[in-house]
């Protein structure tokens, strides 16, 4: 079955702190690969995302993710979190087939302490 | 960037009452929109996916005769949730994709709670 686990519900981070959100997926082919935010009280946007080529994705706000193929998963990572990363991150799949429907991870609440 | 809107931003009705919602793209043509339910602290789950001038396809589980989804335009995509129960209450979320790119965009959200 086409999934997508996001293994921490809940992350509280100090700023400054490294930061690494796990995703893992389960979908039979080639698959496209998302990151999204949604800042409280906004509208989920599109961090990052993977296509094709260098598995090392880089996005906004000095996030990156890399897809590890063998191990079916594309862990978001942020150096030095900011107290305004407070938001809730979403990893999602698709196939890439146009008509191909996005599927979403049940996000992580990260919260940041300033 | 794509933007897209809806209308309106949350609402509140009466159980056994219509409650209508807009979606709109704003600066591009969408050939595609997909309507998305969200419950607390969980994933957003696909409800259906309309193709413009076409009767929209929903997902397994969802009954099309309570979700009404209409795509009349390039720009535009109504969801109507007919005789809305409290459990109706959730977060809708709509999306879009334009003819020429193969991503989505999303709109804010409607929160609906059914009283």
């Known amino acids: 079955a086409q999934s997508v686990s996001q293994h921490n519900h809940h992350v509280i981070l100090s700023e400054a702190a490294s930061l690494e959100l796990g995703c893992n997926y389960s979908?039979?082919?080639?698959?496209?690969l998302f990151w999204y935010v949604q800042y409280p009280g906004q509208h989920l946007q599109l961090l990052l995302k993977?296509?094709?080529?260098?598995?090392l994705v880089k996005g906004i706000k000095g996030f990156e993710a890399e897809f590890i193929k063998s191990k079916f998963s594309f862990n978001l990572r942020k150096p030095s979190v900011q107290w305004s990363d407070t938001a809730e991150y979403f990893c999602a799949v698709k196939g890439w087939n146009r008509d191909d429907k996005i599927i979403f991870g049940k996000g992580t609440r990260l919260h940041i302490l300033p | 960037g794509a933007v897209v809107s809806q209308h309106p931003s949350w609402v509140i009705c009466k159980s056994g009452t219509s409650v209508k919602i807009e979606c709109r793209s704003l600066?591009?043509?969408?050939?595609?929109m997909f309507w998305y339910r969200q419950f607390p602290k969980q994933s957003l789950m696909l409800m259906a996916t309309?193709?413009?001038?076409?009767?929209?396809?929903?997902e397994q589980g969802v009954e099309k005769d309570k979700f009404l989804i209409n795509h009349a335009s390039l720009t535009l995509s109504t969801l109507t949730v007919t005789s809305a129960h409290p459990e109706d209450s959730s977060f809708y979320i709509c999306?879009?994709?334009?003819?020429?790119?193969?991503?989505?965009?999303f709109g804010p959200g409607t929160r609906l709670t059914v009283l």
């Open positions: 979908y039979g082919g080639t698959v496209n």
């Open positions: 600066d591009f043509q969408a050939t595609t």
């Open positions: 309309s193709n413009e001038g076409s009767k929209a396809t929903y």
């Open positions: 993977y296509f094709s080529g260098d598995p």
């Open positions: 999306s879009a994709r334009a003819s020429y790119r193969n991503e989505q965009f």
